[in-house]
């Protein structure tokens, strides 16, 4: 009650208060600011002082109230995640003291902007109570508030400004192409479908097949455009929407494909580690990581089910893997693991792959196809060279039980100027559990979307 009687104003004497987010406070320390943003920690001391680290998205600023400041019904009260706007002047903290860059915000006036609740209410509470899985992903709209999802985000932003940056470089140009469509690209297992004013239409499993109609066009093109797979199992590394990064590239042979691969992945790993935010992420989230050794190791298909043998990793009924079989998810990351370091994986036989891959020259049961693998994750990327002559993407679609009229737009690419080209699709998520060192896909995306899961 007697708090409630204090009310603070602001000393129109001082100086006016100069708006800032918290990324600039090193700029501005010894001038008179105010920041906005979420109590992030707050710590009571005695009945003079308070410690709050204030949170606004770009930074953490520890600010001290302290005398009367501290004696309000709202200081009394005030709870983590309540959203305040402080006045004062930023100072280096005194040596041998701690804190977020090095200062500290002495307040001189603030108030509530939206207060949090407090007590069995209380932000902390509603997420420790229950460890469990699914309480977090019900509650992922306020996780990513933390500390490490917020990283994670941020690091994902400056990962697709990396890619950007160099399909720049690279003169390769972005476009991007419908998601709700008739065609599937990588099977009808995995294909989402609905209703399109009464036709049958799908959500995209995969850009490719726009992108290649546009080489003719733009030249070399890429997308950074949603995936959407009817993944039917709950594994560590599908998603049922997912980041796809798909390039394709014009006039170009199998190595110039693999070539590009590894350059990209170079291009955005240098990229990442030149930029301070990207230095201070990674030593954050992943402090371990290595740099991969360049040129990556390139490996056939028929050498990776020798490598199964010799290490006598076997299907579930104990017979070991041969040629023609797909190699699941479960031995192709024990390979990449073991092996410990990035794998072209290549030249897979065409039965186990899409429908618009083509062959090898020197070995016609098997395709110029790729798949980059990543210790901790596995297979990060998916390629290949495309069929470039009409009449054997005819016969390819009659082999795979495809009716060839909903395809005729890409077709016809054969027919009116035909060129050997290739690309890929990279899944951004993965490449971020790779290089963040995360135990699931699931933590580097927003509001991960799986079987059982379109909430919230
Ligand atoms: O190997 P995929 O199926 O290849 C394609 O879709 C090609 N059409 C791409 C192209 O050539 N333009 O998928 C490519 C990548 C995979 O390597 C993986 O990283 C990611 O997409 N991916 C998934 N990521 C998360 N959840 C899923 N369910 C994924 N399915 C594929």
Not at 242 to 253: K, N, Q, V
Not at 360 to 371: H, L, M, Q, W
Request: proline content about 4%; aromatic content about 10%; overall charge negative.
């Amino acid at each position: 009650e007697e708090a409630k009687k204090i009310v603070l104003v602001e000393d129109k004497a001082l100086p006016q208060a100069m708006k800032i987010k918290i990324g600039k406070a090193t700029a501005s320390r010894d001038v008179r600011v105010t920041v906005s943003g979420w109590v992030h920690r707050l710590r009571v001391q005695g009945k003079d002082m308070m410690f709050v680290v204030l949170r606004d998205g770009t930074g953490f600023l520890q600010c001290v109230l302290t005398g009367r400041l501290c004696h309000t019904y709202d200081a009394l009260t005030l709870s983590t995640e309540s959203t305040i706007q402080v006045f004062g002047t930023i100072k280096k903290v005194p040596a041998g003291k701690n804190a977020p860059d090095g200062h500290e915000l002495i307040v001189d006036y603030w108030k509530v902007l939206g207060k949090a609740p407090s007590g069995d209410d209380a932000f902390t509470n509603k997420l420790n109570k229950d460890s469990n899985p699914d309480v977090l992903l019900d509650n992922r709209h306020l996780t990513i508030r933390g500390e490490t999802a917020s990283a994670v985000l941020k690091m994902r932003a400056l990962v697709l400004q990396a890619f950007r940056a160099f399909y720049q470089s690279t003169g390769v140009t972005e476009v991007n192409p419908p998601l709700m469509v008739q065609t599937q690209v990588e099977g009808g297992s995995t294909l989402f479908s609905f209703k399109y004013y009464g036709e049958d239409a799908y959500l995209t499993q995969s850009s490719q097949l726009y992108l290649e109609t546009v080489l003719p066009s733009i030249g070399d093109a890429y997308t950074i455009s949603e995936s959407f797979r009817a993944e039917k199992s709950h594994t560590r590394r599908h998603l049922s929407q997912y980041t796809h990064i798909e390039g394709e590239l014009g006039f170009i042979t199998f190595d110039d494909l693999l070539d590009h691969l590894e350059q990209m992945i170079t291009f955005v790993l240098d990229y990442v580690f030149a930029d301070e935010l990207g230095k201070t992420l990674m030593a954050e989230l992943n402090p371990d990581f290595q740099r991969p050794k360049t040129p990556f190791r390139r490996m056939k298909y028929v050498d990776a089910i020798a490598w199964l043998k010799e290490h006598k990793i076997t299907k579930e009924d104990g017979t070991s893997y041969e040629f023609g079989d797909d190699i699941p998810e479960a031995p192709e990351r024990r390979m990449t693991d073991t092996i410990g370091e990035p794998i072209l994986l290549t030249r897979f036989p065409a039965e186990i792959k899409a429908f618009y891959m083509k062959r090898c020259g020197d070995d016609k049961r098997v395709t110029e196809s790729v798949d980059v693998l990543m210790p901790g994750v596995g297979e990060i990327v998916g390629g290949s060279m495309r069929i470039a002559d009409h009449d054997e993407l005819i016969a390819a679609y009659h082999r795979e039980g495809l009716d060839p009229a909903p395809y005729y737009w890409y077709t016809e690419q054969r027919k009116f100027g035909t060129c050997e080209h290739g690309g890929y699709g990279l899944g951004l998520e993965r490449f971020l559990a790779w290089l963040l060192n995360r135990y699931t896909v699931r933590e580097c995306c927003l509001y991960p979307r799986f079987m059982g899961r379109c909430t919230p």
